[in-house]
């Protein structure tokens, strides 16, 4: 019985070396079951045994012991030596099932967390389990090997060799069985504990591939160039993830082995390797990059040299045509008009185009309708109403007047006109009386030129204390006589005859028919002819202020006209007109200066008309020039105002 005892055990050894199993339900079934066969075992041979073979009770000396029958006494003896070693192995198996039942409470997901602590504890409680039980077994293989010596030196008195010998050969089965037993289970220890470096090992190389990763992804995200690169390195990575995941899933459930470690560790290997590879070729790519970028520089910066040596070659070129062309642009510019005086008008143009433009709400509005008749009244009634009668009536409309662009209450028949009253009233008012002025011209004074001299007079009069109505008086006349700037635009490739002629100061009916020359000449005349009194008017004796606009500036036009190409009845007209009215203050002013203009006009300049003039005003201007080169006078105009008019 004992050797079948003893196999088991064996039984257990090889099972649990060739499966690695650390159960501990299967370890202390297999040890109860030991102990039952050797208490099995005890009880077949107890009638033949008459003493103590093993413990306390055993006897001290080496006697022949001869065997007698059992007594009561003896037989009491072993009960309680039998009942003492069933206690002590019933409490042994107590304890080691109570351990049992306590590990297999445990959850599974705490043995998995607690991993390295569970087997670190359980190593060596193992240990000192075993070692408690290798100091029990050989303790007991000295109390079985002297029961088996008494039972020799029975058997030898009694000439039993066969027992003698199975005794020995079971103590050396015994000894033989207990060694391996304890190589066994230190086996099982340094399994374990190599099993718990080797995962340690495994989640160490899977932390690396983790950090490593993540290491990767910021990389990509922080430089533009690695997402590119990462494509060629993308299958290499899924397949290293790939690997440590499979790898981490078989340690849940496989036996670990080193060669599990060393593929985690083979796998944080290439991981780092590609990640050294991407950082290369971030690096390189951004070398190529810089030395592309240079190169597209430099090629650039060539290329730039290169055009701006073209362009400066090319602008010369140009600018060296742009040049003639200007040139000959402005000796053939010159022929129409002064380039000074055109950009005076352009000036002057883009000044009453803004000026209208701010009274613009008014005009739309047409709740105001009534504003704007009482404020084009206060304009009209005193302009209409003005002549030279006397100082004091044109004193009167001159106050009139200038209370409305100063923005004082003004009555107009029996109505009473604030042009303040509105934000855009005064722009209106001021506008509105140039306008008016330079359309009396057209209307009054072509036909009756002694009413110039009175409307020039208050006009300038105005002038002197707004500015601002002068310049656009002087821009309105400007828009309806050209000739005033002075210029005569020829007209321009693609410009239709209507265009052409309104640029020259023509008009067209409903009908769409331009004005008879005749008449064009007239209305010309009439607003010049104010013009001109404009220039030689004087300011009254309450103002202490000179003519703003005074014969100097008569004299730069004169200069110029002068200077354009002769154009057929408008120029020997208005050149006539001027002298007409300026000639008298011009020869005053000016002496032998008048003369020598008058002399190169009735030589040169008339010269020029003879080929292109034949009509009635050149005859007039020609017959005039005469007689004042004659005379050596010339008279002042009709209806010119006395100096102490007002």
Known sequence: MEETSYSSRDDYTRSGIRNCDISISETLADFTRLRISALTNAAEISPQITEVTIGPRSPKTKENVKVEPVSNNNNQEYVDLLEDKVGEDLRYTLLLKEYEE???????????????????????????????????????????????????????????????????????????????????????????????????????????????YNEITNLVQREPLAKDILEKYISSLNTVIGNITAIMDFCKTGTITDKEVKQSEVLSWNIENIKQKIIDDINLAKQQESLKKQIEEEEARQKEIKEKKELEAKAAETARIEQGLIQQAKRAQSMFYSEKNYAYFNELKSFLDCYESSYKDLLENTNLKKFRFD?????????????????????????????????????????????????????????????????????????????????????????????????????????????????????????????????????????????????????????????????????????????????????????SFINLKPEPDISATLIHDFFTVCGSEFLRHYGKQCTKILKLLSTEYLAILQNIDEGGPKTRFEVFLQSVLKTGHIPPPNGLLAPNTW
């Open 102 to 212: 306590q590990l297999q409470n445990n959850s599974e997901d705490m043995f998995k967390n607690l991993l390295e602590k569970m087997v670190a504890t359980y190593a060596d409680t193992m240990q000192r389990y075993w070692k408690n039980q290798s100091d029990e077994w050989k303790r007991k293989s000295l109390e079985l090997r002297a029961r088996k010596l008494l039972m020799a030196k029975q058997l030898r008195e009694n000439d039993n060799l066969t027992v003698l010998e199975k005794a020995r050969l079971d103590e050396q089965n015994c000894q033989m069985i207990n060694q391996q037993t304890i190589e066994n289970m230190n086996r099982i220890l340094d399994e374990q504990n190599k099993a718990t470096v080797r995962f340690a090992a495994i989640t160490d190389s899977r932390t690396k591939i983790c950090m490593c």
């Open 375 to 559: 404020c084009q009244k206060a304009v009209n009634t005193p302009v209409n109403a003005l002549s030279s009668v006397s100082g004091m009536h044109m004193r009167d409309k001159f106050d009139k007047l200038a209370k409305l662009l100063r923005g004082e209450k003004v009555q107009v028949l029996d109505t009473f006109v604030t042009a303040s009253q509105h934000p855009q009233g005064l722009h209106y008012c001021t506008a509105l009386l140039a306008k008016k002025i330079v359309r009396q011209g057209d209307l009054l004074v072509s036909s009756n030129p002694e009413a110039a001299f009175p409307l020039a007079a208050v006009t300038v009069a105005l002038w002197s204390q707004f500015p601002e109505f002068g310049k656009l008086l002087e821009a309105y006349f400007h828009r309806q006589c050209p000739y005033l700037v002075p210029m005569m635009l020829p007209q321009k490739e693609g410009q239709t005859d209507k265009e052409f002629y309104m640029s020259r100061g023509y008009t067209y009916n409903d009908e769409g028919v331009v004005e008879k020359q005749d008449k064009f000449l007239k209305r010309m005349s009439g607003i010049f002819r104010l013009h001109c009194a404009i220039w030689i008017a004087k300011t009254p004796k309450f103002m202490n202020a000179s003519n703003p606009h005074s014969l100097r500036y008569g004299w730069q036009w004169l200069a």
